[in-house]
């Protein structure tokens, strides 16, 4: 249960980009990763246990961004408990408006009440007070890192 699925819902990419310096710290500490940019369900098998590392950005009025509304889709057409699924979730946001990381948010409230499990607590990251997110990320891996140790032993 090694393997970290990422998934990443990014607008402007930027997102895209505190998911690829996740990814080199989490392959630093010989975690396997699959980078999803374009998340797509039927790629994952939930049959088997999963870890999901989720970076998503909020869009619009609360939205999710484009890349990831089919995956949304699928999920939420999946008649089956999620109970297999563990999963840490950052969101990028700005505080200034009213939805901030709204998206990150509801994706949480969605993937809990369909039984996954949050691994940690999900980081909210302010563009405002942070124009480097992945530096803010960076902080906060390694406590992602120490409960997935403790998740896999």
Known sequence: MSQIEILVGSTLGGTEYVAEAA???LEEAFFDTDMHL???LNEMS?????????FLS???AGDYPENFKDFMEQLQSVNAPLDGVRYALVGIGDSSYDTFCEAAKNFDYILEEMGAQRIGERLEIDVVDHAMPEDRMADWIPLLI?????LID
Request: proline fraction near 4%.
């Open 23 to 25: 990814q080199a710290l």
């Open 58 to 60: 909020t869009h619009g």
């Open 146 to 150: 120490e409960d997935l140790n403790e």
């Open 38 to 40: 374009e998340p797509d």
């Open 46 to 54: 939930l049959q088997e246990e999963q870890i999901w590392l989720v």
